[in-house]
């Protein structure tokens, strides 16, 4: 799927690509799909200042928010300056990092937090702006759920915010350094920002890869929740799984065998997963079978 359909599906459709592995030809409806989008485990960026808020873009009205508050626009505070990223909110001394590192020659850099702002990233002129009595630090220091309740009466924001609780990561903190998320949870920030996006971006054929890695079992149902809201959005989703969960809910399944490497990789079955618990080469069935409470 993911060195064979995509990148061929990609040039199929005139996108630029990786050379895909041999094949013999894409057959079917390619024409109703504008562009192809593989969601994987890849970390969202290597970089301590990318953060679930800043990927998703809610940022923006979050800042923007602060620089309307009537202490800012005394202070002549602009939506720039309630940014750690560039200079004039930031605290200078850490380069709005929040801390300092200190490079030792033969043992591991030590990070120590920033003296001069308590690593909290800004200027004392920006953190004296407040809203609600939290300041922009504060804020950042929130959980999903936390800010969903902090901000219901900026429904803009509140609802730029909801995907990230829709794809169970109501506990990731807004300001919680994209570097420090699993490969689940990124994955799962990438499913927020497209869910935000609803109907704008044309018929999207979404790649899944193990999407249900690291979530609990009570989320799963909030991811299955997130798939269809991009089918009811006009998109359609493939989904590599082997979480029986996932796969006794899906419209179609594809199941390969029977065993794996150069044993495998044969079509052993296609249609309803009600279908699959009856085909012995498989070994997905009677583990299937279980979760859809049927006999072998």
């Not at 899944?208 to 909030?222: Q, Y």
Request: hydrophobic residues 35%; contains cysteine.
């Amino acid at each position: 799927v993911k060195d064979i359909f995509t990148p061929a599906l990609k040039r199929e459709l005139g996108k630029h690509g990786n050379k895909p592995g041999a094949f013999e030809n894409i057959t079917g409806a390619t024409e109703q799909v504008d562009r192809v989008e593989l969601i994987d485990q890849q970390p969202l960026g290597k970089s301590s200042r990318s953060n679930p808020v800043t990927y998703i873009k809610s940022y923006d009205a979050i800042r923007e928010l602060f620089a309307n508050q009537q202490l800012a626009k005394i202070k002549g505070l602009k939506p720039k300056h309630f940014s750690f990223n560039v200079d004039g909110g930031r605290c200078e001394t850490c380069k709005g990092e929040g801390e300092v590192v200190v490079e030792m020659q033969f043992l591991a850099d030590v990070h120590l937090t920033c003296e001069e702002c308590n690593g909290k990233r800004f200027k004392d002129e920006v953190l004296e702006v407040t809203y609600k009595d939290k300041s922009i630090a504060d804020v950042l220091e929130m959980t999903v759920d936390e800010a969903i309740v902090f901000f219901q009466e900026e429904q803009n924001i509140a609802r730029q915010l909801q995907p990230l609780e829709d794809v169970g990561l109501g506990y990731v903190k807004l300001g919680q350094s994209s570097s420090t998320l699993s490969g689940g949870e990124a994955q799962r920030v990438k499913l927020a920002s497209f869910l935000g996006r609803g109907q704008s971006e044309g018929a999207i054929l979404f790649i899944f890869d193990e999407p249900t890695t690291g979530l609990h079992f009570h989320d799963i149902n909030k991811l299955l929740g997130a798939f269809s809201a991009l089918i009811n959005n006009g998109h359609t989703v493939i989904v590599i799984e082997h979480n029986m969960e996932i796969v006794k809910s899906a419209d179609y399944v594809i199941d390969l065998g029977p065993e794996g490497g150069d044993e495998g990789g044969c079509l052993l079955y296609q249609g309803e997963p009600e279908g699959l618990v009856n085909v012995d080469a498989s070994h997905t069935a009677p583990f299937l079978a279980k979760h859809l409470n049927t006999e072998e």
